[in-house]
T-cell receptor
Framework: EPEVTQTPSHQVTQMGQEVILRCVPI?????FYWYRQILGQKVEFLVS????????KSEIFDDQFSVERPDGSNFTLKIRSTKLEDSAMYFC???????????FGPGTRLTVL | AQKVTQAQTEISVVEKEDVTLDCVYE???????LFWYKQPPSGELVFLIR??????QNEISGRYSWNFQKSTSSFNFTITASQVVDSAVYFC???????????FGKGTHLIIQP
């Protein structure tokens, strides 16, 4: 069964550095999502992406964040200048239709030192 | 914001007991979707069930059952004859139409003791 994959599984970076988190959505899916989960807290929506542009974004998704689908398979989340509070698990999800169930990738744990 | 509330932060029961996890949601949408996800200690988010707002039929799947009541904006989840492997954090989530994301509750940490 097709799955959403994410790389790396764990990323450690220094405050102020740029990081790119990578996701490979399920191949025939059209909607792509990023979420984050700070340790011990709830999962929070960051952004949705459809037809090569952002569809919706939350208040968390400020100017330091960007998303891109650089080719036909990858969907990336870039954090321009990481802060300590960006330390979290970042989950990617994808769906074929906007109302379909979101299946999540295994997550990338980002640690900002 | 249209919130999802899971009032139970943590529940601890002994194996084989039945346990119900509560979820109350807010919505201004006519059409919306409700979900339960399980997050075991390994950290992944595992989809369990979804309900569309226009389908109030409750469902039983093995030891799991769900009770969706639009009148009280609740979508509760029951595990019958709990097992240690059911120990996890369970999240209730809501989604409206369009490409908006899921709004999650804070989760209920379920501990099943042997």
């Amino acid at each position: 069964e097709p799955e959403v994959t994410q790389t790396p599984s764990h990323q450690v970076t220094q405050m102020g550095q740029e990081v790119i988190l990578r996701c490979v959505p399920i191949s025939n899916h059209l909607y792509f999502y990023w979420y984050r989960q700070i340790l011990g807290q709830k999962v929070e929506f960051l952004v949705s992406f459809y037809n090569n542009e952002i569809s919706e974004k939350s208040e968390i998704f400020d100017d330091q964040f960007s998303v891109e689908r650089p080719d036909g398979s990858n969907f990336t989340l870039k954090i321009r200048s990481t802060k300590l509070e960006d330390s979290a698990m970042y989950f990617c999800a994808s769906t074929r239709g906007s109302a379909d169930t979101q299946y999540f990738g295994p997550g990338t744990r980002l640690t900002v030192l | 914001a249209q919130k999802v509330t899971q009032a139970q932060t943590e529940i601890s029961v002994v194996e084989k007991e039945d346990v119900t996890l509560d979820c109350v949601y807010e919505t201004r949408d006519t059409t919306y979707y409700l979900f339960w996800y399980k997050q075991p200690p390994s950290g992944e988010l595992v989809f369990l069930i979804r309900r569309n707002s226009f389908d109030e039929q409750n469902e039983i799947s093995g030891r799991y059952s769900w009770n969706f009541q639009k009148s009280t904006s609740s979508f509760n989840f029951t595990i019958t004859a709990s097992q240690v492997v059911d120990s996890a954090v369970y999240f209730c989530a809501r989604k409206g139409g369009g490409a908006d994301g899921l709004t999650f509750g804070k989760g209920t940490h379920l501990i099943i003791q042997p």
